[in-house]
């Protein structure tokens, strides 16, 4: 097992990376693409990683709990895990009618992937919608968890 905390934004941004070149995009120009530069329809995101876990949010306004799915994907052996985040609205008919004069927000559909690293311990992982954000929690195995520091005593 693997326990080096730069594998995980490696691995996000391998997969970012891959996602972008899926559009046609060069990501070796991109420092940090805004969704809009990608040319999609997929919220923006951001990771922090945390003594005790990985904190994925996804910015998703407007949307219900109901919308999301949130799964673990396990590719074939040897791959790594994958965290998929997906959702979808269906619009009234009402909805769909609406003359807008501008609209730039809108997720109708919006899929997204992660590879999980191997510290995390998924049988732990919890989801949560709260004021347009979608929060992700991914807790680390005990191992992989951040030890306080050891104070010695001198005397």
Do not use: C, H
Request: aromatic share 8%; no cysteine; charged share 30%.
């Amino acid at each position: 097992m693997s326990s080096k905390k730069g594998d995980f934004f490696s691995n996000l941004l391998e997969n970012f990376g891959k996602e972008v070149s899926k559009i046609g995009s060069d990501v070796t120009e991109m420092l940090t693409p805004s969704p809009s530069e990608l040319g999609t329809k997929v919220p923006a995101i951001n990771i922090i990683e945390t003594g005790d876990a990985f904190e994925v949010y996804i910015a998703a306004p407007g949307l219900k709990k109901e919308n999301f799915k949130v799964g673990l994907d396990e590719p074939e052996e040897g791959e790594g895990k994958i965290l998929m985040v997906g959702a979808k609205i269906v619009r009234s008919e009402e909805e769909e009618n609406q003359k807008y004069l501008v609209q730039e927000f809108q997720y109708e559909t919006f899929k997204r992937a992660f590879e999980v690293p191997e510290t995390v311990d998924d049988t732990g992982i919890k989801a949560a919608y709260t004021d347009g954000i979608l929060k992700i929690t991914l807790p680390k195995v005990e191992d992989a968890r951040t030890k306080p520091a050891k104070n010695i005593e001198i005397w």
